[in-house]
């Protein structure tokens, strides 16, 4: 399980993501934040394992995910989903993930052909502002960490679109 602490985008800072023990597993650098909104993921010693950013050019919010240098996926919003959002993580190949539930409120599952890989959940956790990402054996963790970011920083760039559009009609 990893731990990993809710709207960090909006402040841009650094910070860890943790194991089940408190243990610094990977670093996220949220300092690179730019017009792509790169993210940039460190092993516990430093060292950059993958890279997260945001397609400037696409018909709805697409991020892509590299790991080791590697294009590993594409995580992008579905457009016909009627009543909740759902993202697809488009991986090389015939075995592309689905992240459905509750996006906003970090209540949804992860699913490979219909099979549950990963969950994500703010209930497992007694930690303010932080949720749990429980990944299944044989699973790149980078993978599922890298797309439930993606995820966060599409939500967070809608809430920050809906923000402004809100305050321009007033």
């Known amino acids: 399980m990893f731990v990993i602490r809710e709207k960090f985008f909006s402040i841009g800072d650094d910070f860890d993501v943790l194991d089940e023990h408190g243990n610094k597993v990977f670093h996220v650098d949220g300092k690179v934040l730019s017009i792509r909104d790169k993210v940039v993921i460190e092993d516990a010693s430093g060292q950059e394992v ?10 709805r919010p697409t ?9 590993a996926a594409e995580v992008r919003k579905k457009l016909f989903t ?13 075995d592309d993930l689905e992240m459905k ?32 990402v429980q990944i299944s054996a044989g699973v790149e963790p980078l993978l599922i960490i890298g797309a439930v970011l993606a995820l966060d920083l599409a939500l967070e760039r809608a809430e920050d679109k809906k923000e ?4 321009d009609e007033d």
């Open 164 to 167: 402004k559009k809100d305050r």
């Open 50 to 59: 993958a890279t997260l950013h945001r397609h400037l050019v696409s018909l």
């Open 82 to 94: 009627p009543f909740r959002d759902k993202f697809t993580i488009d991986v090389p190949g015939p």
């Open 101 to 132: 539930g509750d996006l906003l409120d970090h209540e949804y599952v992860i699913e490979r052909g219909g099979e549950e890989v990963a969950a994500v959940s703010k209930r497992w956790l007694t930690i303010r502002d932080t949720y749990a």
């Open 63 to 71: 991020y892509e995910i590299r790991i080791g240098g590697e294009k």
